[in-house]
């Protein structure tokens, strides 16, 4: 059974940065694609970021040049850096494989991005 721990969440301010990790267990991680993922209040859950297991990077359009995904396989960790933050960036995210089937979902971490 997979499992992903999501982490660094927070109140930040519009501008600001936020760094989140995802920590994934039973699963071969090093040979699987990864993204990071975010659901705002009465939307539904998008990808924003992913990587594949040669480190090629793939962004939304909303995010591109102002969020960065990494890998660190050792650790079986994927990271989102978060800069230049925006109020509209304000949801729960979620790290999960980028599909189409995707592993059971983990609790996500909340970041609200207000002044």
């Known amino acids: 059974q997979v499992q992903l721990v999501e982490s660094g969440g927070g109140l930040v301010q519009p501008g600001g940065s936020l760094s989140l990790s995802c920590v994934a267990s039973g699963t071969f991680f090093a040979i699987r694609a990864m993204g990071w993922y975010r659901q705002a209040p009465g939307k539904q859950r998008e990808l924003v970021a992913s990587i594949t297991t040669g480190d090629y990077t793939n962004y939304a359009d909303s995010v591109k040049g102002r969020f960065t995904i990494s890998r660190d396989n050792a650790k079986n960790t994927v990271y989102l850096r978060m800069n230049s933050l925006e109020p509209e960036d304000t949801a729960v995210y979620y790290c999960?494989?980028?599909?189409?089937?995707?592993?059971?979902w983990g609790q996500g971490t909340h970041v609200t991005v207000s002044s």
């Open positions: 999960n494989n980028p599909g189409p089937t995707t592993w059971p």
